[in-house]
């Protein structure tokens, strides 16, 4: 099985979760960094073994790699704003 999620599905699935508190926003200026982190959900510790790709704009960015401790290779949100994250069980079926 595999699941692909935009950033705003994402941050959908979480917003119930996030906290109200934070700031509205990022100045323009900041350069940010994104990854995906997969945890198991009862222990909330990493999940390892599973294989990923990163595309930004239909451009792949990282191709079938395996995350290092539950975590993606980190991308610039400046330079990549639509990142697409794609993970599955190494030897599963796409």
Not at 45 to 50: D, K, Q, R, Y
Request: charged share 25%; proline share 4%.
């Amino acid at each position: 099985m595999s699941m692909s999620f935009t950033a705003m599905e994402a941050a959908t699935l979480i917003a119930p979760y996030a906290d109200s508190r934070g700031p509205a926003n990022v100045g323009v200026d900041e350069d940010l960094e994104r990854y995906f982190e997969i945890c198991d959900a009862v222990t909330g510790s990493p999940v390892e073994g599973m294989i990923y790709t990163l595309s930004s704009d239909e451009q792949f960015l990282v191709d079938g790699a395996a995350l290092r401790g539950g975590k993606t290779r980190a991308f610039s949100l400046k330079e990549h704003p639509n990142l697409v994250f794609v993970t599955w069980r190494e030897g599963a079926v796409r």
